[in-house]
Every structure is written in structure tokens, then in C-alpha cells.
T-cell receptor, first 114, second 113 residues
Framework: AQSVTQLDSHVSVSEGTPVLLRCNYSSSYSPSLFWYVQHPNKGLQLLLKYTSAATLVKGINGFEAEFKKSETSFHLTKPSAHMSDAAEYFCVVLSFQGTYKYIFGTGTRLKVLA | NAGVMQNPRHLVRRRGQEARLRCSPMKGHSHVYWYRQLPEEGLKFMVYLQKENIIDESGMPKERFSAEFPKEGPSILRIQQVVRGDSAAYFC???????????FGPGTRLTVL
């Protein structure tokens, strides 16, 4: 069965510094992977998705993620953090277990310091 | 094209009452998913429906919870005889096909007193 592990439950960065949110996946075949962002008391917004095309995926708001099969990783990065990036980030794998379903990581809360 | 709509956004119920949560998928989407998010946790899959059919309910509690997606109208997640442990945010998502990205609604935050 597919799964994702988000290695950090909390990450703090200073405004203007790079962001790295880590995600490792487990899958017996080439997975579809997603990053979603959730602002406080809001729904989830898709940042980017990987579906076996280019391994470097660019998303919205300056975020990008690189699919590395050899490391089974799909880390989310941004060159320069903005205060508005403070939110919860979820790494998601599309799993097939009879039917397709999303399997969520436990989330990483990003704090941006002024 | 309006996004996924959920109502109510906030729902307060006393123990033993029923809660009905509604979800209208995006236009053209026939696949609907329900998730539950407990405080400080990620989202957990509950049920996947297509029009008039439950495709996968492996994440649904065996008792008190039911879901439907009728031919006309929104999808409904129904919780009977609510208990305090049902307090959570319930999110609905929709997609065009089962292997495509899902679009999420704003959620319904259920509080059981």
C-alpha cells in the first residue's frame, strides 16, 4: 500500500529565507503525488502535483517540488518565505487499493518569523 | 465555475442529535469524497461516492455514519446520535475522474456539546 511520511511536524523560518518541507513516499509503482496548503480554518488548496511527467514540478506562489525516485522523496521548496506562507502543508499520495484514494501525510506546520 | 461548496460552515449539535453535512461538487465533477480532520491531525478518508453509488466506504465508522450522493442535489454526510468524539472538521472533495486531482471545499466544522 502507498503511504507518505512528512518528516517534520513543525518548521520555522525567517521571512526571506528558503523553505524546505520534507516528504517521503512509499509506493510499489510510480505514484501521483500532491502538495496541498491549508490556512487556519480554511479548506485545502492545491500547490502542485506530480504525475510522472517532469520530475521538477512548479506550483503556485513560488513553490516547487522535485520527485526523486532514488530517494523516494518529494520535498517542497520555496526560495524565499513570505509571511503569508504560514500555514499547514500536506503531502498526499494517490493510492490504489481497489479504488483510488488520497492518503495524507500528517502535515507540517510552517511558521514564518518576521 | 464555482468551487466545491459545503454547508453549513459551522454546525453545533448536542449529544444524541443528528448532524447533516452537505456538499455540492464542482460543475462537471461526478466523484465525491468525504474526509474527517481531527484537531492537529491530517485528513482521513471516509467515503467515496459517484452519483447514486457508494464506491468505497472503508473509512466510515460502522455505526451512526452514512453518506449519499443522489441523482439530483448535493452529497450528504449524515451522523446520527452524535457524540463528543465526532467533533471535527469534515471536508468534501470532488474530481472529474477517480485518478485525477481532487478539489476541496471549505469544510464544515462540527462541534458536539
Amino acid at each position: 500500500a502507498q503511504s507518505v511520511t512528512q518528516l517534520d511536524s513543525h518548521v520555522s523560518v525567517s521571512e526571506g529565507t528558503p523553505v524546505l518541507l520534507r516528504c517521503n513516499y512509499s509506493s510499489s509503482y510510480s505514484p501521483s503525488l500532491f502538495w496541498y496548503v491549508q490556512h487556519p480554518n480554511k479548506g485545502l488548496q492545491l500547490l502542485l502535483k506530480y504525475t510522472s511527467a517532469a520530475t521538477l514540478v512548479k506550483g503556485i506562489n513560488g513553490f516547487e517540488a522535485e520527485f526523486k525516485k532514488s530517494e523516494t522523496s518529494f520535498h517542497l521548496t520555496k526560495p524565499s518565505a513570505h509571511m503569508s506562507d504560514a500555514a499547514e502543508y500536506f503531502c498526499v499520495v494517490l493510492s490504489f487499493q481497489g479504488t483510488y484514494k488520497y492518503i495524507f501525510g500528517t502535515g507540517t506546520r510552517l511558521k514564518v518569523l518576521a | 465555475n464555482a468551487g466545491v461548496m459545503q454547508n453549513p460552515r459551522h454546525l453545533v449539535r448536542r449529544r444524541g442529535q443528528e448532524a447533516r453535512l452537505r456538499c455540492s461538487p464542482m460543475k462537471g465533477h461526478s466523484h465525491v469524497y468525504w474526509y474527517r480532520q481531527l484537531p492537529e491531525e491530517g485528513l482521513k478518508f471516509m467515503v467515496y461516492l459517484q452519483k447514486e453509488n457508494i464506491i468505497d466506504e472503508s473509512g466510515m465508522p460502522k455505526e451512526r455514519f452514512s453518506a449519499e450522493f443522489p441523482k439530483e442535489g448535493p452529497s450528504i454526510l449524515r451522523i446520527q446520535q452524535v457524540v463528543r468524539g465526532d467533533s471535527a472538521a469534515y471536508f468534501c472533495a470532488s474530481s472529474t475522474t477517480s485518478d485525477n486531482e481532487q478539489f476541496f471545499g471549505p469544510g464544515t466544522r462540527l462541534t458536539v456539546l
